[in-house]
């Protein structure tokens, strides 16, 4: 196959760069090993609003669930609200989200492989193209491309074929489950949670509703237990109250990148967007809405 841009991974970045190469009338191919787009969900789902006007397309309603006020801070007996402004925010269904941003590249006119995963990639030596092998069921696709948009997540395996190493020593990890059936102190703020179960992070409740909320914790200290940290965090009385009649329906754990493991974003024809660059805003590490906007910047450049 031949292709003028393969795009690695079909997550936000992914998805927003193949849309901005295809519209650009670019031959663009999009491999992604999952089988299912936005499956499954390794994310809380809060997207600060300040950021929406940067996208490159007018999001839809239907795929903003829940309108977020602000943010309460919360350090022992101690708490600070902050509403309005660059505190809003929104929960959005994140497997929705991410079918959609598919639907939007592939209209756009990229291809999207499915259950496709990005092995190897041999550069050109004046490094203005090479070729990808991908692995399909038990074959192996052999991919020409003149540009390649790694976009395949904090555990790069395109960063990997460029000579970078890729280690669990320097990515955040976050335990999350989706709760229903809370109840809520306040729906209409995120509670971020800072102690001893959260080491060299952050703890937190962001509702999705207002008996429904994705909770969490998220700490870049790798000897972390974190398994044992959620469960101090829920043992917290004022955690505990809320998750009474609740019950976890869904995990969301996953991992992102907190140290970027390289400095660079381009190697000759290969650029990198999204995570495996990792373009999420520290300390928080969001990371949804900056990886559809640099996936864009990366797919134009
Ligand atoms: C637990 C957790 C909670 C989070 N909560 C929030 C939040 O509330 N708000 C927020 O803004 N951000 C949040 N983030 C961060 C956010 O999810 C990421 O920043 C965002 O998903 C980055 O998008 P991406 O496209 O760069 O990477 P991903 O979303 O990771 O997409 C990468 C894609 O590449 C595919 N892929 C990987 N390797 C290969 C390969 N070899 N071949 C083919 N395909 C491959 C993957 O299957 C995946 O589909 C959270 C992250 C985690 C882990």
């Not at 190469?21 to 994310?43: D, F, H, N, Q, Y």
Request: charged residues 25%; contains cysteine.
């Amino acid at each position: 196959m031949k292709c003028d841009v393969l795009v690695v991974g079909a997550g936000p970045a992914g998805c927003s760069a193949a849309a901005a190469c295809g519209a650009a009338g670019l031959k663009t191919i999009v491999v992604e090993r999952k089988p299912e787009i936005g499956v499954p969900i390794t994310c809380s789902g809060a997207i600060g609003s300040y950021l929406l006007p940067y996208l490159p397309f007018k999001t839809p309603k239907n795929l903003l669930k829940h309108s977020i006020e602000g943010l309460e801070f919360i350090v022992d007996e101690v708490s600070y609200v902050r509403r309005g402004g660059p505190w809003s925010s929104y929960a959005i269904d994140r497997s929705a989200f991410d079918k959609w941003l598919s639907q939007r590249a592939v209209d756009s006119g990229a291809d999207l492989i499915m259950s496709a995963e990005f092995i190897d990639a041999t550069l050109d030596k004046s490094w203005s193209g090479g070729r990808a092998q991908i692995r399909k069921k038990d074959e192996i696709i052999e991919v020409d491309f003149k540009v390649m948009i790694g976009a395949d997540g904090a555990r790069s395996r395109v960063l990997e074929t460029l000579g970078e190493r890729v280690s669990d020593a320097r990515m955040g990890q976050a335990v999350v489950y989706e709760y229903e059936g809370v109840t809520l102190e306040s729906p209409e703020l995120d509670q971020l949670y800072f102690g001893d179960f959260a080491p060299g992070g952050y703890a937190h409740i962001f509702p999705l509703s207002d008996n429904r909320a994705n909770i969490g914790v998220g700490t870049i200290a790798s000897d972390a237990d974190l398994r044992q940290c959620f469960q101090d965090f829920i043992a917290l009385p004022r955690v505990k109250a809320q998750l009474k009649d609740g019950r976890p329906v869904l995990e969301k754990s996953g991992t992102v990148s907190f140290e970027p493991l390289s400095r660079k974003r381009q190697y000759g024809s290969v650029l990198l967007a999204g995570e495996a660059a990792s373009q999420n805003i520290k300390p928080l590490v969001e990371g949804f809405l900056p990886a559809i906007i640099c996936g864009d910047v990366a797919g134009k450049t």
